[in-house]
């Protein structure tokens, strides 16, 4: 008996009989050819014929709600990173400075996307499950030994390194489970597990507010460590591959695929958006104490504010795209991050540094930044997969994934303390990080329009 016999179930999106067809864009232009844009042909691939089904629902959404707790955990410890900042820099490490500080969270940004290298290629030949496990034990231990750091090198080696790789295990096969189950629907399903670490954003730093002065930090991390175990062991439980593993496939990187012009454009446009997102992430706590117009509470709050914007902002471009499409949505939400960053962040970093303007139009202009900024930016977690996914086979989905985090993954590293020098070389002043931000994105959306054009042409109306 098929799925499609039982009442309330849903049937698979089944292709039998050659030629098979896996995500990739069409590349033909007629307007009565878009119902093709998701699939292509692959006699030119040499792969023998077989038959490629996705459910579409069923027991994928198990796996998305597994993948939504797992980016709970891993990706609400990085829309954290703002809090453990702001903390640190004013109790355990008061004697380093903010560029001192950013290594420790840059070194955590970059293995979270490096170790996709090795991550990705593993998931497409063994599959997902010891990769989870291992990061689960990571991710826990990471909260639980976070309270007893006092030292520079302690938050180095426990929350960068023990943390960032945690992270990577958790998230990459998290986000590669669910193209082995949706197909059409793909990005939905991408932004429904994505805002499980906007939620955690949400969660955690409030959580944190509050627990810091009433039980200190050994304990609020203790207890961040305590909710994680019973998020990790449903990520555990639900994140499952479908399709067989790659014949003769191999754990190695192939950067040939560079050759590929719109994917290696595809990697410049992710990379200066990472470049750029991990700035307000990291410096809008600490931006909004020293402004002078926040008190402490709410400061720390405005961070939880951010992520509150990009809860929708990981869902709803996600939706949409399966219908718009996936780079056009992309590029509306990378015009949304330059232009918040310019024409809100900004003036309002300016306004605070000269003191001639009245607390209340500053803290409008943030709070209405952290909105905005975190609804575009939400994309850069659902839609990125979705849009690398065009580019490839399904079964070669977690190597072209790996391989262009690799690429950002240099600049998560390099980003926090390019912004901390600009902080030091403004004299404490914010604008000149806040002009990086908007620039980096405003280069990827250069770049992601690029790729629009080389596939689509210039017409408006195209759906890619």
């Known amino acids: 008996m098929t799925a499609s016999m039982i009442p309330g179930t849903t049937p698979e999106r089944t292709l039998s009989n050659a030629p098979p067809i896996v995500p990739l864009t069409y590349h033909g232009s007629a307007d009565n050819e878009k119902p093709h844009s998701l699939y292509r042909d692959i006699e030119s691939t040499g792969l023998p014929d077989q038959e490629v089904s996705y459910p579409e629902g069923g027991r994928g959404w198990l796996v998305v709600f597994g993948s939504f707790c797992g980016m709970l955990a891993a990706l609400g410890l990085m829309n954290s990173i703002g809090i453990y900042q702001a903390y640190v820099a004013t109790h355990q490490l008061s004697d380093y400075s903010e560029s001192q500080i950013s290594w420790i969270f840059s070194v955590y940004s970059f293995l979270s996307f490096f170790c996709g290298v090795q991550i990705g290629p593993y998931f497409d030949a063994k599959g997902p499950r010891l990769l989870v496990a291992v990061g689960s034990v990571l991710l826990v231990a990471c909260t639980q030994l976070l309270g007893i750091c006092t030292k520079y090198w302690h938050f180095m080696l426990c929350f960068g390194v023990l943390g960032g790789t945690g992270t990577s295990l958790i998230f990459t096969p998290a ?28 969660i955690f730093p409030l959580m944190l507010q509050n627990l810091f002065p009433k039980v200190g930090w050994e304990w609020a991390t203790r207890i961040q460590g305590f909710i994680y175990i019973g998020l990790l062991l449903m990520a555990n439980l639900f994140i499952r591959s479908r399709l067989p593993p790659k014949p003769g496939g191999s754990v190695l990187p192939d950067f040939r695929i560079f050759r590929d012009v719109p994917f290696a454009l595809t990697t410049v446009g992710v990379f200066f958006a990472e470049w750029g997102l991990f700035v307000p992430i990291s410096y809008l706590t ?169 596939k689509q042409g210039w017409g408006l109306t195209k759906v890619y």
């Not at 669910?178 to 991408?190: D, E, K, P, Q, Y």
């Not at 429904?192 to 954003?201: D, E, N």
């Not at 939880?304 to 718009?324: H, T």
């Not at 024409?343 to 605070?352: D, E, Q, Y």
């Open 286 to 454: 600490s931006y909004a104490l020293s402004s002078g117009a926040f008190s402490t509470t709410f400061a720390y709050q405005l961070i939880a504010i951010f992520n509150a914007g990009s809860i929708i902002g990981r869902w709803a471009p996600g939706y949409l795209a399966d219908k718009a499409g996936r780079v056009n949505l992309m590029i509306v939400c990378l015009v949304l991050c330059a232009l918040s960053s310019m024409a809100l962040w900004l003036p309002a970093t300016i306004l605070s540094a000269s003191g001639g303007s009245s607390d209340s139009t500053i803290l409008g202009l943030t709070i209405a930044f952290a909105i905005l900024f975190g609804f575009g930016s939400g994309s850069n977690i659902s839609l990125t997969p979705v849009c690398v996914g065009q580019l490839c086979l399904t079964e070669e989905y977690g190597r072209y994934y790996s391989t262009c985090y690799t690429i950002v993954s240099l600049g998560t590293l390099t980003g926090l303390p390019i912004a901390g020098a600009l902080l030091e070389a403004c004299d404490g002043k914010y604008w000149g990080l806040v002009l990086f931000t908007g620039l980096c994105y405003i280069i990827s959306y250069v770049a992601f329009s690029w790729v629009r054009v080389m």
């Open 175 to 202: 986000v590669s489970s669910i193209s082995h189950w949706f197909l059409a629907r793909r990005g939905n399903a991408t932004g429904v597990a994505a805002t499980g670490g906007a939620v955690g954003g949400v």
